[in-house]
């Protein structure tokens, strides 16, 4: 079938076409039509057609674009412009109140569509962490669609014009909260906030920061070494929850020259690791100390500069300068006398932030015995982020994970490779990979409630059982590389490897590596069922193995990690395939325990079926072409009725 020439139906009062937001059919003063071709492969099609159709040429056709069509809408702008200028001289009045009341409908279409934006900014996010009819947004700017009478957001953008619309870069601006907590109304800014840049170069820093930390404890694997391990690695974490907090508050330049303090005093801070029990502990504290009274200064000024939040960031600072001092205190003490100190600012410095947000938490609700003081104090509080919460978790957890994988590298001698170590490398690798299918595509896919939004205990589990997750995981992942260069099994000799795997490679495994290996492996799979029990996944009718049977199968696989070590017969091969083993039976039980009771593993057995919407005529000429044997276009079909849609 022809194109027509025109569609009546889609005419506007001025004679002008409409398709999506360009227009494809013109009207000049004089009454002559101009169609506007969207390639030149239609310009040639409408050409032709029309000179068919209308054979006395009463209508001209441009490329879309091109200096004709500029010509014609320019030619009849300025006859619209002509009109309005005349029925302003004539209908002064009139004129005037039309223009009011087209204003008012224009600020109001433009606070329909803000008000549509927010509510699909919103819905994204409850459908990716759960609903919570607490939460609100606003607009830290007003829109600039709002602060010009003339402009409109439904209209075509000028391009020329938006070159001229840059923004200067302001070497200071005040800081502003991105979200927080008032009167049980979570407000918080309508963009989405995603990492920045220099937080990935942070964590960039902590690559060879576990990696120091992990390899010190592999070198001395006793319950001293597990000791120190456990202090130094909490520090470290500390350090960065603090920046990852602050970043997730506050957005002002003065925050990335402080994120670069704090990462020098991370550096000093690494290089005292490694003699920490012995001879460099003050320096390494010295330098933790610093950056925490730094940012308790920083504190104070966003305190001074928003006056809103003045109250949880002066108990913010409280709490910092009170670790400081005790740990401060700790190194005028002699070790092990020096233990009390530690577990007591580790304790301040973990947990204090935690009891400030249950308190403020309950200062807002009426009636607590809590005095009016102290919850006017507390009124606003920063709140925390949870898409970028759990955006800077997920990728320091990618971070763990990768550096298990890194210590499966060793250096190779002989001819051919294909031998122990690269068995135990690649029985890691698989090991790695199922925690991570775990982590990531198990237990962060079918969320209906994330742990962070599902209530305030869920929220403070999933924030700390984080640390006991990761530290137990870098230290299996340290165990590991041991493990793999150790030459007590069959096939792994140790004139295979060279360079410092050589030097590294144990005949006879320690006992505290198999510990150190196995509990990590099993404290890690605990610590992943309890972040998987703290959200709320969706249900669905069907389901192979319910959730808590699924967990409760990890609960047993990682308890029997945990006694691996008690067979000392294992080998370290041996060891590493045994406990891949249980790992890939977790991922096997999670995967089969997710699928629904209907479906075939292999493939489904159903034929593959369409379905139309189409008149009846149509329905029965396409039932007698199927009879008797005719070849049926779809392509036609789609094209003259609409609402063919096959299905999926």
Same mark, same amino acid.
């Given at each position: 079938?022809?194109?027509?020439?025109?569609?009546?139906?889609?005419?506007?009062?001025?004679?002008?076409?409409?398709? %999506?937001?360009?227009?494809?059919? $013109?009207?000049?003063?004089?009454?002559?039509?101009?169609?506007?071709?969207?390639?030149?492969?239609?310009?040639?099609?409408?050409?032709?057609?029309?000179? !068919?159709?209308?054979?006395? #040429?009463?209508?001209?056709?441009?490329?879309?674009?091109?200096?004709?069509?500029?010509?014609?809408?320019?030619?009849?702008?300025?006859?619209?412009?002509?009109?309005?200028?005349?029925?302003?001289?004539?209908?002064?009045?009139?004129?005037?109140?039309?223009?009011?009341?087209?204003?008012?409908?224009?600020?109001?279409?433009?606070?329909?569509?803000?008000?549509?934006?927010?509510?699909?900014?919103?819905? *994204?996010?409850?459908?990716?962490?759960?609903?919570?009819?607490?939460?609100?947004?606003?607009?830290?700017?007003?829109?600039?669609?709002?602060?010009?009478?003339?402009?409109?957001?439904?209209?075509?953008?000028?391009?020329?014009?938006?070159?001229?619309?840059?923004?200067?870069?302001?070497?200071?601006?005040?800081?502003?909260?991105?979200?927080?907590?008032?009167?049980?109304?979570?407000?918080?800014?309508? @963009?989405?906030?995603?990492?920045?840049?220099?937080?990935?170069?942070?964590?960039?820093?902590?690559?060879?920061?576990?990696?120091?930390?992990?390899?010190?404890?592999? @070198?001395?694997?006793?319950?001293?070494?597990? $000791?120190?391990?456990?202090?130094?690695?909490?520090?470290?974490?500390?350090?960065?929850?603090?920046?990852?907090?602050?970043?997730?508050?506050?957005?002002?330049?003065?925050?990335?020259?402080?994120?670069?303090?704090?990462?020098?005093?991370?550096? %000093?801070?690494?290089?005292?690791?490694?003699?920490?029990?012995?001879?460099?502990?003050?320096?390494?504290?010295?330098?933790?100390?610093?950056?925490?009274?730094?940012?308790? *200064?920083?504190?104070?000024?966003?305190?001074?500069?928003?006056?809103?939040?003045?109250?949880?960031?002066?108990?913010?600072?409280?709490?910092?300068?009170?670790?400081?001092?005790?740990?401060?205190? %700790?190194?005028?003490?002699?070790?092990?006398?020096?233990?009390?100190?530690?577990?007591? *600012?580790?304790?301040?410095?973990?947990?204090?932030?935690?009891?400030?947000?249950?308190?403020?938490?309950?200062?807002?609700?009426?009636?607590?015995?809590? #005095?009016?003081?102290?919850?006017?104090?507390?009124?606003?509080?920063?709140?925390?982020?949870?898409?970028?919460?759990?955006?800077?978790?997920?990728?320091?957890?990618?971070?763990?994970?990768?550096?298990?994988?890194?210590?499966?590298?060793?250096?190779?001698?002989?001819?051919?490779?294909?031998?122990?170590?690269?068995?135990?490398?690649?029985? #890691?690798?698989?090991?790695?990979?199922?925690?991570?299918?775990?982590?990531?595509?198990?237990?962060?896919?079918?969320?209906?409630?994330?742990?962070?939004?599902?209530?305030?205990?869920?929220?403070?589990?999933?924030?700390?059982?984080?640390?006991?997750?990761?530290?137990?995981?870098?230290? *299996?992942?340290?165990?590991?590389?041991?493990?793999?260069?150790?030459?007590?099994?069959?096939?792994?000799?140790?004139?295979?490897?060279? #360079?410092?795997?050589?030097?590294?490679? !144990?005949?006879?495994?320690?006992?505290?590596?198999?510990?150190?290996? /196995?509990?990590?492996?099993?404290?890690?799979?605990?610590?992943?069922?309890?972040?998987?029990?703290?959200?709320?996944?969706?249900?669905?009718?069907?389901?192979?193995?319910?959730?808590?049977?699924?967990?409760?199968?990890?609960?047993?696989?990682?308890?029997?990690?945990? /006694?691996?070590?008690?067979?000392?017969?294992?080998?370290?091969?041996?060891?590493?395939?045994?406990?891949?083993?249980?790992?890939? $039976?977790?991922?096997?039980?999670?995967?089969?325990?997710?699928?629904?009771?209907?479906?075939?593993?292999?493939?489904?057995?159903?034929?593959?079926?369409?379905?139309?919407? /189409?008149?009846?005529?149509?329905?029965?000429?396409? !039932? @007698?072409?199927?009879?008797?044997?005719?070849?049926?276009?779809? @392509?036609?079909?789609?094209?003259?009725?609409?609402?063919?849609?096959?299905?999926?």
């Amino acid at each position: 079938m022809a194109p027509k020439a025109e569609d009546s139906g889609s005419k506007s009062n001025h004679g002008m076409q409409y398709h %999506g937001h360009r227009l494809k059919n $013109l009207l000049r003063p004089d009454g002559r039509r101009v169609l506007v071709a969207a390639s030149p492969e239609e310009h040639t099609t409408l050409l032709k057609t029309l000179a !068919e159709l209308e054979p006395d #040429g009463s209508f001209d056709i441009c490329l879309h674009g091109s200096p004709e069509h500029l010509e014609a809408v320019r030619e009849i702008h300025s006859h619209h412009e002509q009109k309005r200028d005349e029925l302003r001289r004539t209908h002064a009045d009139f004129y005037q109140e039309f223009e009011n009341v087209h204003f008012q409908l224009e600020a109001l279409a433009n606070e329909m569509h803000y008000l549509t934006e927010q509510a699909v900014s919103l819905d *994204a996010n409850f459908s990716k962490f759960g609903y919570d009819a607490h939460l609100r947004t606003r607009e830290l700017e007003p829109p600039a669609s709002s602060m010009s009478r003339g402009s409109s957001v439904h209209g075509p953008r000028d391009w020329d014009a938006e070159r001229r619309k840059g923004r200067s870069l302001k070497l200071w601006k005040r800081p502003v909260v991105r979200q927080y907590l008032h009167k049980g109304l979570i407000w918080r800014s309508s @963009e989405l906030q995603e990492v920045a840049s220099f937080e990935l170069f942070v964590d960039l820093l902590y690559v060879g920061i576990i990696a120091i930390i992990g390899d010190q404890a592999v @070198e001395h694997p006793t319950g001293s070494g597990l $000791l120190q391990f456990t202090i130094v690695f909490s520090i470290g974490w500390k350090i960065w929850s603090d920046l990852q907090i602050i970043t997730s508050w506050l957005d002002d330049i003065i925050q990335r020259l402080s994120v670069m303090f704090v990462m020098a005093c991370l550096i %000093g801070f690494t290089l005292n690791i490694v003699e920490a029990f012995e001879t460099t502990y003050t320096m390494m504290i010295a330098f933790y100390a610093t950056q925490r009274m730094f940012q308790s *200064a920083y504190l104070l000024w966003i305190s001074y500069l928003i006056p809103m939040i003045r109250g949880f960031m002066v108990a913010q600072v409280i709490i910092a300068v009170t670790g400081s001092a005790v740990w401060t205190a %700790g190194i005028h003490v002699d070790y092990p006398a020096r233990l009390a100190p530690i577990w007591i *600012a580790l304790l301040l410095d973990m947990v204090g932030q935690i009891v400030l947000v249950v308190v403020v938490r309950r200062a807002q609700r009426p009636r607590t015995g809590i #005095g009016p003081m102290f919850r006017k104090w507390f009124e606003f509080h920063p709140s925390l982020n949870i898409e970028h919460k759990t955006k800077r978790t997920n990728a320091f957890v990618t971070l763990v994970f990768g550096y298990s994988v890194i210590g499966l590298f060793y250096q190779n001698k002989a001819a051919y490779g294909i031998n122990g170590f690269f068995g135990k490398a690649v029985l #890691g690798l698989i090991q790695a990979f199922c925690f991570n299918w775990l982590y990531f595509e198990i237990d962060g896919w079918n969320i209906h409630t994330h742990a962070i939004r599902r209530h305030v205990l869920s929220s403070v589990i999933w924030i700390t059982i984080h640390l006991p997750f990761i530290m137990s995981y870098v230290l *299996a992942g340290a165990s590991l590389s041991r493990l793999v260069v150790a030459h007590d099994c069959q096939d792994a000799e140790v004139e295979k490897l060279s #360079g410092n795997s050589a030097v590294l490679s !144990e005949e006879e495994i320690p006992r505290g590596l198999r510990w150190f290996y /196995c509990a990590g492996l099993g404290v890690a799979l605990l610590s992943m069922s309890v972040i998987s029990y703290t959200h709320v996944h969706k249900k669905f009718d069907g389901q192979r193995v319910t959730k808590r049977s699924r967990l409760g199968l990890r609960v047993a696989v990682a308890l029997i990690m945990i /006694c691996l070590p008690l067979a000392e017969s294992l080998s370290s091969l041996q060891l590493i395939s045994t406990s891949t083993g249980l790992v890939v $039976l977790v991922l096997i039980f999670d995967l089969y325990g997710c699928t629904f009771v209907g479906e075939s593993f292999v493939r489904d057995g159903r034929k593959c079926k369409y379905w139309a919407d /189409c008149p009846r005529k149509r329905r029965r000429a396409l !039932e @007698e072409a199927v009879k008797s044997g005719g070849v049926v276009k779809v @392509e036609e079909l789609a094209d003259d009725e609409k609402g063919y849609v096959p299905a999926p």
